[in-house]
């Protein structure tokens, strides 16, 4: 099964910018869509980005399109999230995984999930 570790968080103040990585171990991610996920306190887990294996098409949730691009270098089996203009209900933990399209809703593959990587936004 595929490790996956996250980083690449912070503290930023709201209008600020992030680079989160997600390297992947242990097999290749190149055949898989990947996405990425946050949770914040109190919350469920929820969608925020994905891209399929190909890079030919990204997805976002209506609360991040515009501010983020989720990208891929299959060569170096990692997922990128670039974050911007940050606002204070972006705080939360990001995780990635594989994902497959259910519906109309992006799964998550794996059931065990990285540690994550914390993202807090002052205002």
């Known amino acids: 099964q595929v490790q996956l570790v996250e980083s690449g968080g912070g503290s930023e103040q709201a209008g600020g910018s992030l680079r989160l990585s997600c390297a992947a171990s242990?097999?290749?991610?190149?055949?898989?869509?990947m996405g990425w996920f946050r949770q914040a306190p109190g919350k469920e887990r929820e969608f925020v980005a994905a891209?399929?294996?190909?890079?030919?098409?990204?997805y976002y949730s209506n609360s991040v399109k515009g501010r983020f691009t989720i990208s891929r270098d299959n060569a170096k089996n990692t997922v990128y999230l670039q974050m911007n203009s940050l606002k204070p209900e972006d705080t939360a933990v990001y995780y990635c995984?594989?994902?497959?399209?259910?519906?109309?809703?992006?799964?998550?593959?794996?059931?065990?999930w990285g540690q994550g990587t914390q993202v807090t936004v002052s205002s």
């Open positions: 995984n594989a994902i497959d399209r259910v519906g109309s809703s992006w799964k998550p593959l794996y059931d065990s």
């Open positions: 242990g097999r290749t991610i190149t055949n898989y869509a």
């Open positions: 891209v399929t294996w190909s890079v030919i098409r990204t």
